[in-house]
């Protein structure tokens, strides 16, 4: 049995999703030995599409270890569990054969070896459902070993729907990574200080900062009129002058009114000396 660990990049916000390639198994006319480097450069053509990364296969092994299951002879619902443990989102399995089609005289003329192509069928499986994402095949042909399973990870990264594998981003309303800021000790001398208020969209559409209302005339607020797109943000700029307020503490607030009524109040504070 054939053993080796894949994750899968989902397409969707450049995340992975994570495939184990439990058991790819020999078989007609190949041993476990005989298409180990097929195994490899299947791996190697799977990191190169650019929708999946490799994870180490050792780890496959030491979790088939600690569960004292067979190499030999894993059962679909083993398979499972160990995509379970490891933490990914499917399996695949599959097996190598090799199609015989002639018999030839070996380069030392006194035996003869076997000619043919290698066929070789996967399925990967939704660890969570247990349902089969995808499946292909395909036969070497007159092509490369290299070339084929090329066409195999191609083949399978195009034929799974990887928004299946990748959970709903959950929305919210817009929120500001902060509604306070203090200034401390300012200093007259110093002149103006500034803080950043930034507004995070995770709403699922596009807002809009439709007004901003300040309580003091030491206070000047920037901020663009553009609209927030799902997943951006947008930052409002509070300056303080302390001009002619020596000797005195302060505690102010903004009030930010968004395109969809939601109604923030923010705050500064600090001592003028």
Do not use: W
């Amino acid at each position: 049995m054939l053993l080796f660990l894949t994750a899968i990049s989902s397409i969707a916000y450049g995340q992975k999703i994570k495939v184990a390639i439990v058991d790819l198994r020999p078989g007609v006319n190949r041993t476990q030995t005989q298409i180990n480097g097929l195994e490899d450069m299947l791996i190697a053509e799977l990191f190169s599409s650019g929708k999946f990364t490799v994870v180490e296969r050792m780890q496959v092994d030491k979790v088939i270890r600690e569960q004292r299951f067979q190499n030999s002879n894993l059962s679909s619902a083993q398979c499972q569990k160990i995509g379970g443990i490891l933490g990914v989102d499917a399996i695949i399995t599959g097996t190598i054969n090799y199609i015989v089609r002639d018999r030839r005289m070996a380069s030392d003329y006194q035996s003869r070896v076997d000619v043919g192509e290698y066929n070789v069928d996967v399925r990967l499986i939704n660890v969570k459902t247990g349902e089969v994402a995808a499946a292909v095949g395909d036969e070497q042909g007159s092509g490369t070993e290299r070339q084929l399973m090329n066409r195999i990870a191609r083949r399978l990264a195009n034929s799974v729907d990887m928004s299946s594998f990748v959970a709903p981003r959950q929305t919210r309303a817009p929120y500001f990574d902060k509604t306070t800021h203090n200034f401390g000790t300012v200093q007259v001398l110093s002149g103006n200080v500034k803080t950043r208020f930034c507004l995070k969209n995770y709403s699922g559409k596009t807002v809009y900062i439709e007004d901003v209302s300040k309580t003091s005339s030491a206070l000047s607020v920037d901020y663009s009129s553009s609209g927030i797109s799902d997943g951006g943000e947008g930052c409002i700029t509070v300056t303080f002058n302390p001009n002619g307020r020596q000797g005195s503490s302060f505690k102010n607030a903004i009030v930010v009114t968004l395109s969809d009524g939601q109604r923030t109040t923010l705050s500064v504070q600090g001592r003028v000396e």
